[in-house]
C-alpha cells in the first residue's frame, strides 16, 4: 500500500503531482491511500518515488481538473482516493465524466455540487460587523462553512465590497482585504470577532418589515436558510417569532377593510386608447390626463422609472416649453426640469423676462430612459417607437393648454411636436408651422452642458438664450430685451 501525504486539506497541486506520478508508474487505485497533515521523509513518507522523465505522457480534459478542484474542497476524508479513481479509469474511458449513472461520477459531480452550494450560502450569510473609525474601520465576519470554500469564494467579496477593509474569519482559515490586495491566514476563533455593531438594529428593523406572513412557507426557507448558519445571523433570532405570529397577521390581513382605490388611476384606461376612440374615453381635462398618466404602460419605459413625470403650468398658458424626457433629478421629484438642465433653462428664462410660473413646461417623453453604470442612472435617448407612442400625451396636452407657441427643445422634442425629424442646427431660431400652431426649434440645454468643446458650449448658450428672448417676445410674455433684430 502506497501511502501520500499532503500538505493539507485543500493540497490540489500536491495531490496532481503525487496522483501524475502513480499514475504514470501504473500503481493502481487500490494500492494507494491518501492522507492530510504534516508528514515524515517526504510527500511518499520514506517510499521513493520512481523517475517519470522518460514515461509515456497522458493528459486530462479541462472539465476534469475543474472538476478535481472543487471535489477536494468537500470535508470528505474519501476525495482525495475517489479522484484518483476516476483519473485511473479516464485513461481507458476518456468519455467517463459524461457516464452520470457511474458509481465514481455521480459521487464526484454530487460533492461538487455540494461545494458550489457551499460557496454560494457563504455569499448570501457572511454578515460584516464594523469595528474601529476612520483610519482604523474594519468590518470583520465569522463564518463557519459547510466545506472548505473559503479561498473560492473571497474574491466574490473582494470584488463586491472592494472599498471597504474587511475580514472574514473561520475555524480553518481566514481572508483579509486591505482596498488593494486579498491575503489568507491561520484558522481563527469565534472570540476573534465581534458580537455586534450599530448597524444590527436596523438590519433587523428592515428584515422584519419585508416579512410576509401570508407567503411564509417554512420548510422552502429553512432549506434555503439551513438553520446551521443562524448562529451568526442577526436577523434569526426574529424567525421564530415571526413564524409564531404569521396565522394571527395573515387573518388580520384577509379580515382588514379593503382600503379606497387610489384616484390617480381613474383614467388609467385612456392611456391605452387610439386617436380614433370615442370621446367617452379620452381624458376631459389637463387634471384628468395627468392623473391618467400614473398607469401609462404604452411603451417599456415605465418599468424602470421612478415615477412619470407630468407638465406643470397654467392651463392657458400662451408658451409651452418641451423638453426631450425627465432626467434622475426630475424621476425622483416628479417635476420637470429640476436638475442642471432645468437650472441652465432658468437661466435664460431670467434672462428673456418670462416668468417660468407661466409657461407650460413638460416633456416628449413622460417617463426616464436610462441604464445604470457604477451606481449611477446615465441618460439614453429615446428611440423613435418611444417617443411616437407618448406624443398620445403631448397631443392633448396642447389640446387643453392651447398654447400660441411651442418651443421645442432638441431633436426628440421637435420630433415629437412637429411629427417628423428636423435637423435642429438648420432650423433653430426659425418660427415654423406645426400641425397644431406655431413652433420654434432650439437647442436643449442638455446639450449645451454636454458638448466636450467649450467653444461650442459657449455659442450653443447664446443661441439659445437668444431664442427663449424670441419665444417671449412672440408670445407675449418676455421682454425681449438682448433679442437681435429679425
Request: charged residues 25%; contains cysteine; hydrophobic residues 40%.
Amino acid at each position: 500500500m502506497r501511502t501520500v501525504q499532503l500538505a493539507g486539506e485543500t493540497d490540489f497541486d500536491g495531490w496532481r503531482d503525487a496522483a501524475r506520478r502513480l499514475r504514470v508508474e501504473g500503481v493502481e487505485p487500490a494500492h494507494v491511500r491518501f492522507v492530510t497533515g504534516e508528514g515524515q521523509g517526504g510527500l511518499f513518507g520514506e517510499t521513493p518515488m520512481p523517475d517519470a522523465t522518460n514515461a509515456r505522457p497522458f493528459k486530462v480534459s479541462k472539465a476534469f481538473l475543474g472538476l478535481a478542484q472543487d471535489v477536494i474542497l468537500h470535508r470528505d476524508g474519501d476525495r482525495f482516493d475517489l479522484l484518483y479513481r476516476l483519473l485511473w479509469r479516464l485513461q481507458e474511458t476518456p468519455e467517463l465524466l459524461k457516464i452520470t449513472s457511474d458509481r465514481d461520477v455521480r459521487a464526484a459531480l454530487e460533492k461538487a455540487k455540494n461545494v458550489s452550494r457551499a460557496s454560494h450560502k457563504m455569499k448570501a450569510f457572511v454578515r460584516f460587523r464594523q469595528t474601529g473609525e476612520g483610519v482604523d474601520e474594519r468590518w470583520i465576519a465569522w463564518f463557519e462553512p459547510a466545506h472548505r470554500v473559503l479561498e473560492k469564494t473571497a474574491p466574490f467579496f473582494a470584488r463586491r465590497y472592494a472599498n471597504m477593509n474587511w475580514s472574514i474569519l473561520t475555524p480553518e482559515g481566514t481572508a483579509h482585504w486591505d482596498g488593494t490586495g486579498l491575503t489568507f491566514g491561520p484558522p481563527a476563533r469565534k472570540e476573534d470577532a465581534p458580537d455586534e455593531d450599530a448597524v444590527e438594529d436596523f438590519w433587523k428593523t428592515y428584515y422584519a418589515s419585508t416579512f410576509n406572513p401570508s407567503r411564509l412557507r417554512t420548510k422552502a426557507m429553512q432549506s434555503e436558510m439551513p438553520k446551521r448558519y443562524w448562529a451568526n445571523l442577526p436577523e434569526a433570532e426574529l424567525i421564530a417569532e415571526m413564524i409564531a405570529g404569521a396565522t394571527g397577521r395573515t387573518d388580520q390581513m384577509v379580515n382588514a377593510t379593503a382600503p379606497e382605490p387610489n384616484r390617480r388611476f381613474e383614467q388609467v384606461k385612456a392611456q391605452s386608447v387610439d386617436r380614433t376612440v370615442t370621446s367617452d374615453l379620452v381624458p376631459q381635462s389637463l387634471q384628468a390626463l395627468n392623473a391618467a398618466l400614473a398607469g401609462c404602460r404604452r411603451c417599456p419605459l415605465w418599468r424602470d422609472a421612478t415615477q412619470p413625470v407630468c407638465g406643470v403650468g397654467p392651463k392657458a398658458a400662451p408658451l409651452m416649453i418641451v423638453g426631450e424626457q425627465p432626467g434622475d433629478h426630475e424621476d425622483l421629484s416628479g417635476q420637470p426640469f429640476m436638475g442642471p438642465a432645468g437650472q441652465v433653462l432658468d437661466e435664460a428664462l431670467q434672462a428673456a423676462g418670462i416668468d417660468r410660473g407661466a409657461v407650460y413646461l413638460t416633456n416628449a417623453v413622460k417617463h426616464f430612459k436610462h441604464e445604470v453604470k457604477e451606481r449611477r442612472r446615465l441618460h439614453r435617448t429615446p428611440s423613435v417607437s418611444e417617443i411616437e407612442l407618448c406624443r398620445w400625451w403631448l397631443d392633448y396636452e396642447r389640446a387643453f393648454v392651447k398654447p400660441e407657441l411651442v418651443v421645442a427643445m432638441g431633436a426628440s422634442a421637435a420630433r415629437s411636436v412637429l411629427g417628423h425629424a428636423v435637423n435642429v442646427s438648420d432650423t433653430r431660431g426659425q418660427l415654423m408651422k406645426g400641425p397644431e400652431g406655431s413652433v420654434l426649434v432650439t437647442y436643449h440645454p442638455a446639450y449645451i452642458l454636454r458638448h466636450p468643446d467649450p467653444r461650442e458650449r459657449v455659442r450653443a448658450k447664446a443661441e439659445f438664450m437668444a431664442d427663449l428672448a424670441r419665444a417671449g417676445a412672440w408670445s407675449g410674455l418676455g421682454t425681449g430685451l438682448g433679442m437681435p433684430n429679425d
